[in-house]
């Protein structure tokens, strides 16, 4: 998993959010929570859970995992919050997740750059040290080939073969002393290049 982020110019609660019962429970396994939920890739791999890259592991029920890892239930009950409410968070539209965080942040870029009208071209692109890169600019025109996600009244543009790159990705927008700028999390990545803005 490869995370790039770009600089500036990065919802509608989901129907899970509206699920009586979490839909990450500790006796799934840890492969169905990433091939089901990538956006919970970050939460685990942040906790410390970094079996999710060996392949040996994933068959391991995710409350097993974390107790064989010293994880007392409480801590299993605080990261098993986690994990729902990181799918709750976003929007999920064929097959891509944004969060809502880039949508609010969209709507503020638009108003602030005088872009009424305009939503988020979100492109995969050849370039940088491994071989891809990601490209955000503004845009109020769908090609022939696009697809269109529209959330919360903002519109993200993909065309296909941008699209097919982006199939399970999340688009966040993060904002710390480091680093400003929409933040792809793409489980489609191989690997990445030093520099940290391209992927394989």
């Known amino acids: ?21 979490p839909l990450i429970t500790e006796d799934m396994t ?9 956006s919970t890739i970050e939460v685990l791999l942040r906790n410390g859970v970094h079996c ?17 890892h010293g994880k007392s239930d409480e801590e299993i ?7 729902n409410s990181s799918i709750e968070d976003t929007s999920e ?19 602030t750059n ?7 071209r ?6 940088g040290c491994a071989g891809f890169q990601y490209g955000f600019d503004f845009e109020n025109t769908k090609q022939a080939n696009d697809t269109t996600l529209d959330v919360e009244g903002v519109t993200f543009y993909l065309d296909s073969e941008s699209f097919g790159h982006l199939r399970g990705a999340r688009i966040d927008y ?17 690997g990445g290049c030093g520099c940290g803005k391209s992927f394989s």
Do not use: H, W
């Open 93 to 111: 539209q064929g097959d891509v997740q944004i969060t809502n965080k880039a949508v609010s942040k969209l709507k503020e870029l638009i108003k």
């Open 77 to 83: 009950n605080t990261l098993l919050a986690e994990l």
């Open 1 to 21: 998993m490869q995370e790039q982020t770009m600089k500036e110019p990065k919802a509608k609660p989901s129907p899970k959010s509206q699920a009586s019962t």
């Open 30 to 38: 840890i492969g169905d929570v990433i091939s089901k939920y990538p």
């Open 52 to 68: 999710v890259g060996c392949g040996a592991k994933t068959f391991e029920a995710l409350g097993d995992g974390l107790r064989s």
């Open 114 to 120: 005088g872009k009424d009208g305009y939503g988020l």
């Open 174 to 190: 993060v904002d710390t002393l480091q680093e400003a700028g929409f933040r792809i999390t793409n489980p489609n990545a191989k």
């Open 122 to 127: 979100v492109q995969v692109v050849p370039g």
